[in-house]
């Protein structure tokens, strides 16, 4: 089992800017991929990017030039810069972890809301 705790969301007006942070417990999180994920409201949740080396880098169309997504394998804890948000930016966003040889992880934990707004 994975346990995942999202932090960093919160109210920001177009154009600003959110660091969420995901610490992410158990173990062999050093040679996974992680990811992030958003759902809003009334849609599907959806990949919008990852980083690992089974399944290398990847942005969403959407986010990408906006999003960076980086890691601290020494704290377990996997990071979104998001830049020049949008008022489509508002979800709640969730991490999510890919061991090797297997799928994203049927674990989630509570999220964390982004509200793009004026």
């Known amino acids: 089992q994975v346990q995942f705790v999202e932090s960093g969301g919160g109210l920001v007006q177009p154009g600003g800017s959110l660091r969420l942070s995901c610490v992410v417990s158990g173990s062999a999180f050093s040679i996974s991929t992680v990811g992030w994920y958003r759902q809003a409201p009334g849609k599907e949740r959806e990949l919008i990017a990852h980083?690992?080396?089974?399944?290398?880098?990847f942005y969403k169309d959407t986010v990408k030039a906006r999003f960076i997504i980086d890691r601290d394998n020494a704290k377990n804890t996997v990071y979104l810069q998001m830049d020049h948000l949008e008022p489509e930016d508002t979800a709640v966003y969730y991490c999510?972890?890919?061991?090797?040889?297997?799928?994203?992880?049927?674990?989630w934990g509570q999220g964390t809301q982004v509200t793009v707004s004026s």
């Open positions: 980083l690992g080396s089974d399944y290398g880098i």
């Open positions: 999510n972890l890919a061991r090797p040889g297997t799928g994203w992880s049927r674990d």
